[in-house]
C-alpha cells in the first residue's frame, strides 16, 4: 500500500502558477506509473499528468501540454507538478496518483490510477 500527501495548492489569478508537491511512502517503490489527476467541478476525474518511475518518461493531456510539468526527486519521495499559465478551467481539486503495473506497461495520463492522496483545491480566477 502506498501513502500520497499533496501540499501546495492554492487560489491564484489567470495568468499565474503554481506548484503542488506530493510525498509518497509505504509501498511507493513497486508503483508502476505515478501522476496527477483533477476533479472540476461537477466534472469526471480526468488524467493531468503522468510520470514513470522505471525509465523517468512523462506524458501529459493535450489540454495541459506546454503549460504544466511533472517531476520528480527521488532522493526525497516527491513528485512535483508545476503549473504555469493558469486559467479558470484549470480550478478543481489535483489529487496526486499511483498504481502499480507490469514493467512493459504504457505509463500515461489516463492510467487507471487506484492510490490517490487526499486531493489539494486550486482555484483559478
Known amino acids: 500500500h502506498v501513502q500520497l500527501v499533496e501540499s501546495g495548492g492554492g487560489s491564484v489569478q489567470a495568468g499565474g502558477a503554481l506548484r503542488l508537491s506530493c510525498e509518497a511512502s509505504?509501498?511507493?517503490?513497486?508503483?508502476?506509473?505515478m501522476g496527477w489527476v483533477r476533479q472540476a467541478p461537477g466534472k469526471d476525474y480526468e488524467g493531468v499528468a503522468s510520470l514513470d518511475p522505471f525509465h523517468g518518461a512523462t506524458n501529459y493531456a493535450d489540454f495541459v501540454k506546454g503549460r504544466f510539468t511533472i517531476s520528480r526527486d527521488s532522493a526525497k519521495k516527491t513528485l512535483y507538478l508545476r503549473m504555469n499559465r493558469l486559467n479558470t478551467e484549470d480550478t478543481g481539486v489535483y489529487y496526486c496518483?499511483?498504481?502499480?503495473?507490469?514493467?512493459?506497461?504504457?505509463?500515461?495520463?489516463?492510467?487507471?490510477?487506484?492510490?490517490r492522496g487526499q486531493g489539494t483545491q486550486d482555484t483559478v480566477s
Open positions: 509505504g509501498n511507493a517503490a513497486s508503483m508502476r506509473c
Open positions: 496518483a499511483a498504481e502499480k503495473g507490469n514493467y512493459g506497461d504504457y505509463c500515461g495520463p489516463s492510467w487507471p490510477f487506484g492510490n
